[in-house]
């Protein structure tokens, strides 16, 4: 009770509170309900203004940058707000694999085939972790495209044009 209205503080705190919640993510001593509580403010934070978590992506260490990534996904699963898909986006260009991973793995999260460029720039990243990530967040997205079998996958629904044995929405050649 005490922890969870500590966090609820903290998250009405706003820009203020997130060094301190990304420490609290990063520090081994943290139990799961104390970094879960710190993501669900830094989520919080990031739904009321995006400044703080993107000026944190430019400081942070990677760790911090990866749970970040994380918090981020959470928020644009609920809102879909454009300023943090870019800022997801934006963060595949990171020095740390672990980070690009963590991307991927969101934007794959997401089963949308808008964000289908990044994922197969994925393939080709230096780190074998992040193209195996992407592979894997490729098949996923494929298969959330054509939900039985048998059905047209999306793109195909969407344009009738297309050949739907390839499931990607490309038109017969």
Do not use: H
């Not at 672990?98 to 393939?123: C, F, K, M, S, W």
């Not at 939900?147 to 739907?164: H, L, T, W």
């Amino acid at each position: 009770m005490v922890q969870g209205s500590a966090a609820g503080a903290m998250a009405r705190c706003g820009a203020d509170a997130v060094p301190f919640l990304m420490k609290q993510l990063q520090d081994p001593d943290a139990g799961a309900i104390v970094k879960g509580l710190a993501r669900w403010a830094l989520s919080f934070i990031g739904a009321e203004e995006v400044g703080p978590l993107a000026e944190t992506m430019q400081t942070g260490n990677p760790d911090q940058r990866a749970a970040l990534v994380e918090v981020i996904a959470e928020q644009i699963r609920s809102s879909q707000d454009a300023e943090l898909i870019a800022l997801l986006i934006q963060c595949y260009s990171d020095p740390s694999a672990d980070v690009r991973a963590e991307v991927v793995t969101a934007l794959g999260n997401l089963l949308d085939p808008q964000y289908l460029p990044q994922l197969l720039i994925g393939l080709a990243d230096s780190s074998g972790v992040v193209r195996r990530v992407a592979a894997l967040a490729l098949v996923q997205t494929k298969r959330s495209w054509c939900a039985q079998p048998g059905e047209r996958c999306r793109p195909c629904r969407e344009r009738p044009q297309c050949d739907p044995r390839d499931g990607t929405g490309n038109s017969p050649a």
